[in-house]
């Protein structure tokens, strides 16, 4: 099974190049069409790790699966393990892990004595298996619960702030 595995500083600019790694080596790899979904996932766990692990680095590996699926790990120093928080609507984070869940197969956290991976399958939508062929947008979205009235964002705070400048 192919591996490929990246080692980058515990920063917030740290969080593209995590991306850029992920979507490189599955395109190398044949597996386009998980591409979207495995980068939003790496963001995700990234960005936890160069906000909260407090380390200096943090670790992703990419690795296949002989059911055609992927396996995204990433590890730092922290022994802090993730939690899914309720965040009001108005919010602007707390939705990292709600996301993971919806685009994943399957995830969890491997706690260590050093520290801890969060780990993620992704499955192409051919063999996700188990009725769940597709991402439910509408869940997805829903999850989020921002609900936006107007296409021009004149609804969001922060588009709000960006109209009136």
Known sequence: MPKAAVTLPALVSSVPTARHFVE???AG???????????????ELAANAALHARGESFGISVTTQDDDAVLLEVSDGSLRLP??????ADATTGRGLRLVTELASDWGVDAR???KTVWVVLRP?????????????????????DDLA?????DCP???LALAA
């Open 158 to 160: 922060s588009a709000q």
């Open 113 to 115: 004595t050093d520290g």
């Open 125 to 145: 939508v051919s063999n996700t298996g188990g009725g769940k062929d597709e991402v439910d947008i509408e869940a997805l979205l829903d999850a989020f619960g």
């Open 150 to 154: 107007a296409e021009d964002g004149s």
């Open 24 to 26: 490189s080596i599955l």
């Open 29 to 43: 790899w044949g597996l386009d069409e998980l591409g979207w979904n495995a980068t939003l996932v790496v963001s």
């Open 83 to 88: 939690q899914q928080r309720s965040y009001s």
